[in-house]
């Protein structure tokens, strides 16, 4: 497994190889490269793109963790992130990147391993195969925001802009994860964006109002509250 | 003088309405206002009477697939059938007398099986019996004199409840700040005690550096193993990032310890500004105090657990409180809203704040275990401030 430790603090470099050392084995080999900067990384990365796991501190001198981040996700939507933080700079950014966790330091082995043992299981991340122009574009489903019914096609929202498909969505939902869920008869949303629950509509992080139709609002509720409950499983720290 | 008793009547009611509905949802003003419209209705006609027990029948319906405790619902709805089915048949004879008894004792079984705010209920009795003792008077002054009566008693029933509970729950607050300054104390006590170790590192590490430099690294490792078992001693369980809420889940667990009570803890949030501090202490507060006395009430030999959860998910502030409860426990779902001890008002407080955040809430329970769970939006936070 390559990883790549982003980390201004050379102590911290430092323990981290220690016990990824610890880790490495025969049957689970581990190459580890430290950098310390955002930049140095960002410029090795654009070269490069051959690594299984990014570690990212959130606090570097120059740009942040979160804005590297951001910039990784850009050319890379797939590799797997995880963010060390101390108590002090825990960031929430509204823009998600599909990291597998945030890491209080110090790490620890348990920790690492739990890490380790998430990128395993989910090192592939989950596609959305639209037909845009008879050309097959992959949009990874965690930057999707919400599919909605317009006119007899499918308008794909995600973070950054917005397809058109032409599909139902009766079609699509085979190719959907378990995070969305139908809130009305033209919506589906992924449960990550939303922000508030009330009784006939739903807002979502960026402010959008969406509404949610009376037999769907109980499921929708469950379904929120379940997804957050998930998290708080398999959170790291 | 007929005409301007039902005037009367009309007004007051409408009154009561506008001082007790107010603000409206479009939903509750539909319901509650063809509720007063039919009753006022009924005032005027024994067909429009019958009507309104219909409704009145109709509404338990709906109340009884609601339910959890579907009995009383049931036995309700079919005495307000019977009634309306009475009206309609009878003229006011000596027959409506037995009517009248037969609602009063109506009122008191729902009394008695539901727990319901107790002077209201009294109040209600009395409204009841003057409403129909108005068909059984053919004086028109008398009616008069009832119907003001009637009017007078709702508007002073439903002021002195709105004032009973704000007057209790004002004492809750008071209480609440006092809780405040103990938790302020806390957090200071715990920075007191973080200033000293800063103030002693200078002396540690040149005590270190003398071992070492003599060598010593034995005496200079059993020096650092002290040092590490102190600071345990003052480092709390939880360091949430947040000093208020550290303070209010560190002395709840204290609670729990002494207790004997396993607990399970996970508390991070950072350090940026969360929900209003004293908002905060009386969510968190609250809950862990609800759960703390559902757990002591257990029987000595059922498994107990305290569990903490509280973390910022994406966008959300998501606490999560688990707690075991006696086997025998039986939950009442309308607690909230009918009982007001501290417990009720502590549930009707969580209630409000988190509705003030536009929060969700979410009880479950299973035998032996009940789950809070509580999310609110930090978008929405941050927006407000």
Known sequence: MKIAIVEDNHQTQQQIITLLTAIDSASQPINATCFNSGEAFLFEFSETQNFDLILLDIQLGGQDGMTVARKIRKSDPQVALAFLSNYDDYVFDGYDVGALGYIMKPLTADKLTALLQKVELQTQVAYFLAEIDNESIKIPLFDIIYFEVQNHQINIHTQTKTYQINAQLKEIQPQLTADFIQIYRSLIVNLSFISQLTNNALTLNDGTTLPVSRQQHTPVKQAFLAHYRGLAHDDLF | ?385
């Open chain 2, 1 to 385: 003088m007929m005409i301007y008793s039902k005037l009367t009547f009309t007004l007051i009611l409408a009154l009561w309405f506008i001082h007790h509905y107010w603000p409206l949802t479009v939903k509750k003003a539909v319901v509650e206002f063809s509720v007063v419209l039919i009753g006022v209705a009924a005032t005027y006609n024994p067909i429009a009477l019958t009507i309104y027990f219909l409704g009145l029948a109709i509404f338990y319906v709906i109340r009884i697939f609601r339910a959890k405790n579907k009995l009383p619902d049931i036995i309700i709805t079919i005495s307000w059938l019977i009634l309306a089915g009475l009206v309609s048949l009878l003229s006011f004879s000596w027959l409506s007398w037995v009517l009248l008894l037969f609602t009063l004792s109506l009122n008191f079984y729902e009394l008695r099986t539901q727990q319901h705010y107790l002077p209201l209920n009294i109040m209600t009795l009395i409204f009841d019996v003057l409403i129909l003792t108005l068909f059984l008077v053919v004086s028109p002054t008398l009616q008069f004199i009832f119907v003001v009566l009637a009017g007078l008693m709702t508007l002073i029933t439903t002021s002195l409840i709105h004032y009973l509970f704000q007057e209790t729950d004002m004492v809750f607050a008071r209480s609440l700040d006092k809780m405040m300054t103990n938790y302020t104390q806390e957090v200071q006590s715990l920075y007191e005690g973080m200033r000293g170790w800063r103030h002693d590192y200078h002396d540690h590490l040149q005590t270190l550096k003398a071992y070492l430099d003599q060598q010593q690294v034995k005496e200079a490792r059993h020096y650092l193993d002290d040092l590490e078992d102190k600071l345990e001693e003052v480092d709390p369980v939880v360091h949430s990032g947040n000093p208020v809420l550290d303070a209010v889940v560190n002395s709840k667990l204290t609670l729990a310890e002494k207790l004997n009570i396993p607990t399970n803890v996970k508390v991070f949030v950072g350090t940026q500004p969360l929900i209003d501090d004293v908002d905060l202490v009386v969510i968190i507060g609250n809950l862990m105090d609800n759960a703390i006395e559902a757990i002591s009430e257990q029987a000595t030999g059922e498994k107990k657990l305290l569990r903490v959860y509280i973390s910022i998910l994406k966008q959300q502030l998501y606490i999560s409180i688990t707690n075991s409860r006696p086997d025998t426990q039986i939950i009442d779902p309308e607690y909230a809203s009918t009982k007001n001890d501290k417990r009720g008002l502590g549930i009707r407080r969580i209630n409000h704040l988190v509705a003030n955040y536009s929060g969700m809430i979410n009880r479950q329970y299973q035998p032996g275990v009940f789950v809070t769970e509580i999310m609110l939006p930090l978008a929405a936070i941050h927006a407000e401030k």
